[in-house]
Nanobody
Framework: QMHLVESGGGSVQAGGSLRLACAAS????????MAWFRQAPGKRREGVGF?????????????HVDNSVKGRFAISRDNAKSALYLQMTSLKPDDTAVYYC???????????????????WGQGTQVTVSS
């Protein structure tokens, strides 16, 4: 059973930046479809972005981020460290939420939803943005 662990959350002022990380001991994350989700108090969980499983050496990964964060958030993966990242910049109070990473075995769905297609989840990390 894969256990994902997120880190990097915290409290920042609006306009600030944070980088979240996600890792799973003993697993090679580039073999999985990976995604970031978030859930704010009283709101439904929403997708932030995803990255597909690696398709081969030298081939680019397919990365998608939701329009609500496009231009501010970026997803990346370090295959050597088997880690997934969410770089968040120009943070807004509306970005306040618990952020989760999730994983699923391929084939990867090229859509973001609420995460019902993902089997493995981390415990979440709190991001609080103050105005």
């Amino acid at each position: 059973q894969m256990h994902l662990v997120e880190s990097g959350g915290g409290s920042v002022q609006a306009g600030g930046s944070l980088r979240l990380a996600c890792a799973a001991s003993g697993y090679t994350l580039n073999n999985y479809c990976m995604a970031w989700f978030r859930q704010a108090p009283g709101k439904r969980r929403e997708g932030v972005g995803f990255i597909t499983a690696s398709t081969g050496p030298g081939l680019a990964d397919y990365i998608h981020v939701d329009n609500s964060v496009k231009g501010r958030f970026a997803i990346s993966r370090d295959n050597a460290k088997s880690a997934l990242y969410l770089q968040m910049t120009s943070l807004k109070p509306d970005d306040t939420a618990v952020y989760y990473c999730a994983a699923e075995r391929p084939p990867c769905l090229l859509v973001l939803g609420e995460g019902n297609d993902y089997t493995y989840w981390g415990q979440g990390t709190q991001v609080t943005v103050s105005s």
